[in-house]
């Protein structure tokens, strides 16, 4: 996908009634909490969600629903995406209202090197979106184009402590 150059407009499912694992959709149906992401958007988040099962197990779950937008552009992928562009693209795949909540990060002063053509996501976001904006310092010191899991965790817990 990096090296083909242009812009994912589409991805799809073939077929696209594919059967969805049912101790995936039994476990989504009794979660608290599903988290999308954080993790490639067209390549392992929205492939997902395009299983028929699983966007309608989601969408029935009473679980605590959270997109986690990544905190650093994909070369080829997500080149110049805020984390709008990451919504509306989730949106224009698996339709509205999947999630309550978007996560984002808040820190976009690091001073690390980034690999070449990534970039940190930023925070451009319409307030009237329909979702909760979350922003927190979410970013790994020693990779800032990654998520640090002890910061991630403890924001999620927070989120579901609160409701």
Known sequence: IT???GAIERVYLEPDDAPAY???VRALLEADLITAGPGSLYTSILPN???PDVA?????????????????????????????????ALETHVGTG??????ANANLD???DMPPGVELVQVDFPP????RLITTDLVDSARPWRHDS????????QLVEER
């Open 3 to 5: 090296e083909a150059g």
């Open 110 to 112: 690091v001073d690390l």
């Open 56 to 88: 309608q197990a989601v969408a029935a779950s009473r679980a605590l629903k959270v997109y986690i937008c990544n905190i650093a552009t994909q070369r080829g992928e997500t080149d110049e995406y805020t984390v709008g562009n990451h919504v509306a």
């Open 128 to 131: 009237d979106a329909g979702y």
């Open 150 to 157: 002890d910061k991630l965790a403890r924001a999620l817990v």
């Open 98 to 103: 999947l999630f309550q909540m978007v996560l």
């Open 22 to 24: 049912p101790d995936a």
């Open 49 to 51: 969600l395009l299983v």
